[in-house]
């Protein structure tokens, strides 16, 4: 006859000891991972303002021999303004917006003697508020 062991769970030590190397593993990888979510959406905003719109906003140029007015924006991208004479677009398949749910702030024409102006206000939503991408330059202050 076979014996049958009463003591086949895991006892009440064995289930902390468990729980406590769980624990130091996710303390020791959260804080790493935890950085990566606001690259990812800089990095994001950064190539919207630098290829993705720029490009629209270059197409959009090339067909109608100037930027989009401040008053038009990156709407004339989607929909032909009244003043786009070949217009070819839609330029972009949807209206762009930030990482953060907000729209791009666009003005042409932009400062410095650029044709336009471009920028997300960063996570902070505030402008100049010190994580600002633009198409002129990234302010950063950390």
Known sequence: ?????????????????V?????ILGAMVI????????????????????????TA?????????SYPTTEEGLNALLVKPASAGNWRGPYLKKRPIDPWG?????????????DYDLRSLGKDGVEGGGDDITNGQEVETK
């Open 31 to 54: 804080p790493r991972l935890a950085g990566r979510t606001e690259q990812a959406r800089h990095a994001a905003a950064k190539a919207d303002i630098e290829v993705n719109i720029g």
């Open 102 to 114: 907000r729209p791009y702030d666009y003005k042409s024409p932009g400062t410095d003697a650029r």
């Open 1 to 17: 006859m076979t014996k049958i062991n009463k003591n086949l769970g895991f006892t009440l030590i064995e289930l902390m000891l």
């Open 57 to 65: 906003l270059d197409l959009y140029e090339l067909d109608n021999e």
């Open 19 to 23: 729980v406590i190397i769980i624990s």
